[in-house]
C-alpha cells in the first residue's frame, strides 16, 4: 500500500496547489497588511497575529503571476517554512484555499523535463485529483528562489 501524504489545496489564478500539512499553523481570512519599505515585489508586508509579526507573501508574484485585488475567497496561509536551515512563520496570500486531501506516494510525478531553462525546483512533485493536476510545492526552494534562474545564482551570475 502507497504512503499516503495531507496537503492543503490552494488555487492560485486557474491553477491548483498544494502545501504540506504539516507546514500550515492556520488560515485566515484576508486583512490589512503594513507595508515594508523597499520590499521584493513578492513581500506584502507583515501582519499581526496574536502578538506576533509574520511577513506576507503574495504567491501570484512569487510565482511570476500578476496580483490581483483581494476578494471574499482570498485568504493568508500561516506556515511554518524552512528558510536557511530554520522554521520560520511565514504568510502566503492565495487566491482561494479548498481543503486537506491525501496523495499516494506512487502517483506523485516530478515535474517534467521539457529541456531548457525552466525554473521548477520549487516543484516537489505533481500529483492528481480526479482529471486536475495538483502541484506540490517544495517550501524552503520556493521561498529561496527571487525571480532569477536558480542556476544562475547557482554559478554566481547576476541578470
Same mark, same amino acid.
Given at each position: 500500500?502507497? %504512503?499516503?501524504?495531507?496537503?492543503?489545496?490552494?488555487?492560485?489564478?486557474?491553477?491548483?496547489?498544494? !502545501? %504540506?500539512?504539516?507546514?500550515?499553523?492556520?488560515?485566515?481570512?484576508?486583512?490589512?497588511?503594513?507595508?515594508?519599505?523597499?520590499?521584493?515585489?513578492? @513581500?506584502?508586508?507583515?501582519? %499581526?497575529?496574536?502578538? =506576533?509579526?509574520?511577513?506576507?507573501? #503574495?504567491?501570484?508574484?512569487?510565482?511570476?503571476?500578476?496580483?490581483?485585488?483581494?476578494?471574499?475567497?482570498?485568504?493568508?496561509?500561516?506556515?511554518?517554512?524552512?528558510?536557511?536551515?530554520?522554521?520560520?512563520?511565514?504568510?502566503?496570500? =492565495?487566491?482561494?484555499?479548498?481543503?486537506?486531501?491525501?496523495?499516494?506516494?506512487?502517483?506523485?510525478?516530478?515535474?517534467?523535463?521539457?529541456?531548457?531553462?525552466?525554473?521548477?525546483?520549487?516543484?516537489?512533485? !505533481?500529483?492528481?485529483?480526479?482529471?486536475?493536476?495538483?502541484?506540490?510545492? #517544495?517550501?524552503?526552494? @520556493?521561498?529561496?528562489?527571487?525571480?532569477?534562474?536558480?542556476? %544562475?545564482?547557482?554559478?554566481?551570475?547576476? =541578470?
Amino acid at each position: 500500500m502507497a %504512503d499516503t501524504a495531507q496537503y492543503l489545496t490552494l488555487g492560485i489564478d486557474h491553477e491548483l496547489f498544494g !502545501i %504540506d500539512i504539516r507546514n500550515v499553523r492556520e488560515i485566515l481570512d484576508m486583512r490589512p497588511i503594513s507595508k515594508l519599505p523597499h520590499a521584493p515585489a513578492f @513581500l506584502l508586508g507583515m501582519i %499581526d497575529v496574536r502578538g =506576533a509579526g509574520y511577513p506576507i507573501v #503574495d504567491l501570484r508574484t512569487k510565482l511570476g503571476l500578476p496580483r490581483i485585488e483581494p476578494t471574499d475567497a482570498t485568504r493568508i496561509i500561516i506556515l511554518d517554512v524552512p528558510v536557511k536551515g530554520r522554521t520560520r512563520g511565514v504568510g502566503f496570500v =492565495a487566491d482561494r484555499v479548498f481543503e486537506v486531501t491525501g496523495l499516494d506516494a506512487d502517483q506523485t510525478e516530478a515535474a517534467p523535463d521539457v529541456g531548457g531553462r525552466w525554473q521548477s525546483n520549487y516543484i516537489a512533485g !505533481i500529483g492528481r485529483k480526479g482529471e486536475a493536476f495538483i502541484v506540490i510545492f #517544495d517550501l524552503e526552494r @520556493l521561498m529561496e528562489a527571487d525571480g532569477l534562474p536558480l542556476a %544562475d545564482l547557482a554559478a554566481g551570475k547576476a =541578470a
